[in-house]
Structure formats: C-alpha cells, structure tokens
C-alpha cells in the first residue's frame, strides 16, 4: 500500500503537504491531525501505513498531512495573486483557532476524491483542535471524532514555569502582541521549546482556545481560567471515541481519574483506555488501529 503524494489547499492560500493511503475506490476517510513540537507525518511512514493499512480493510482511506503547525519553525507561501508571499508558521507561531482553516482544506480534499463519509482522528494537540473545530463549527461534515490523548499544555507550561514565571511570560506576550511584535521569538527559551510571543500566548492563555482539557485546574483545584472550563468539549454532539493509554506521561499520572473527569463533563462520547500505551501510543499502533476501524465501521 503506497501512499499518493497530495496538497491540501486552505482558504487563506496555503498549501499543505500530506499523505493519501487508499486502495480502490474508498467510501470513507480518516483524517489524522497530529500534534504540535516538531511534528511532522513525513516521518511517521511506518505507524501511518499499519494504521491506514488497518482501516483500508474497512474500506476507509487515510488522510495525514501537516498542518500551518508542523515543525517549529516553517515559512511557507500563502495568500492569493500579488498578495502571495512567504510567512512564518510552525509551532513557534501557531495560533490554534486556525486549525478551523486547515481542517475545511482537508474536507475539501476528500470531496474532491469522491468521498462523502469522513472522520477525524486528532492525537495530543490534535484533539485540542478537534473540539476548537467543533466549537466553532458545530454544524460540519464530519460524521464521527476520534480523540486521542487530548493533553493540557496551559497546565503543563503552569506547572514547569511556576506561577510566577508563568503569569510574568504571558503578561510580556500579551503586551508584545499589543505592540505589533507577537511574531518576534522569545529571547528564553523554554523547557524543550521555542516560541515567538504570540505562540506562547495562544497555547498559555487560560481563557484561549488551546485550553481544551484544564485537567491541572481541576485536580490541584488552582484557578487559572476566567471563562467556562470544557465548553469545547461540552460542544461536541457528534459521536465520538475518547481514548488514552494507561501510561500517558502527560495525564498527570493518573489516567482513569482524567477520563473520569472528561466523562463528567461531557458522557456522550465512547471512553478507552489501552493497557500499555504512552501519549504516543508506540508499541500499541495496531491496538489503536483496530479500535478505531471497530468505531468507525459503527461499533458501539
């Protein structure tokens, strides 16, 4: 099964690569939103070919592609005619409501291919955006959601930086951005992490879009957010497939308690926890691969 090279265009006039995996005339797709860091689908052959290969049996293709977030730092054409020029994207600047764009560009790819049933599968910031899309566009295409160790990078950035040094951050990004220099790099660099002022605050910012899953607010009962925790995740009526690994490094260590916590706020979806996973799920790409061609042949 050899993948089909193709680009997935946005409104806003980018031109995202990915990988196509299908074989025949497929009914359905799956499309794989990845995580934010250096991430990159181009080096994840391997696990994409098992994965597609499994749903392929099931008569769904596989969409991966990468998104205005992929690696750190990325210029990449975008806009349209004379406007057309190079711009700075990449984790470093990514703002998450613009997932919105990306998303509509990869359903318009599948329409084009025929396809009128598709999925979406997001891992770690990729079910973040997941509920971001459902959010704000409720009435969408998608006939199902799979959400795969949705993780809370507000929570995480609180707990590295310290509350000091994580107001004291998102204060200068703030005031930055309120000086037209948001896309400037932040002289420190962070814990395994470089961002402009405007990336840190878009995954730092309590009240933003990227604080999807404030499972360090709940827990350590710490007040961070003036608006309503999980209104993301309380959108999203579609159904829809939550699941974790037992070994998540990024659960706080206690896997069941924040799939209990998700399941309070929201109990429609379908929760799953498999034995042995990371936040990767490496070593468990099959396991995965099978739960999610059950859910979305209609396993319930």
Known sequence: MKPEFVEIKTKDGLALPGLYYTEGKSKAVAIFLHGNGSSSVFYDGEDN??????????????????????????????GHGRARKKKRFGMAYEQIKECVEDIDGALAF???????????????TGANKICVY???????????????AGGDDVGIYYNLLGPKKFHSLLSLARKRIKEKRGE??????????????????????????????????????????????WRHLKSI???????????DEYAWGDVPRIVNILKKENPAPRYEIIRGA????????KNLAHLLAFWFAGGK
């Open 49 to 78: 070919l098992k994965t597609a290969s499994i749903l392929a049996e099931k008569g769904i293709a596989s969409l991966y592609f990468n998104n205005r977030g992929a690696h750190i730092i990325k210029k990449i054409y975008a």
């Open 110 to 124: 599948a329409r084009k291919c025929g396809i009128k049933t598709t999925y979406l599968v997001g891992e770690s």
């Open 134 to 148: 459902n959010y704000y566009k409720p009435k969408n295409s998608v006939s199902a959601y799979a959400l795969l």
């Open 184 to 229: 400037e790099i932040m002289p420190e660099m962070l814990p395994d992490n470089i961002f402009s002022y405007q990336g840190f605050y878009d995954i730092g910012n309590p009240d933003g879009d990227y604080n999807t899953f404030p499972f360090y607010e709940v827990i350590n009962n710490v007040k961070l957010s003036k608006k309503p925790l």
């Open 237 to 247: 009526k579609k159904p829809a497939l939550v699941v974790y690994g037992d070994r």
């Open 278 to 285: 990371d936040h990767g799920f490496h070593g468990k790409e």
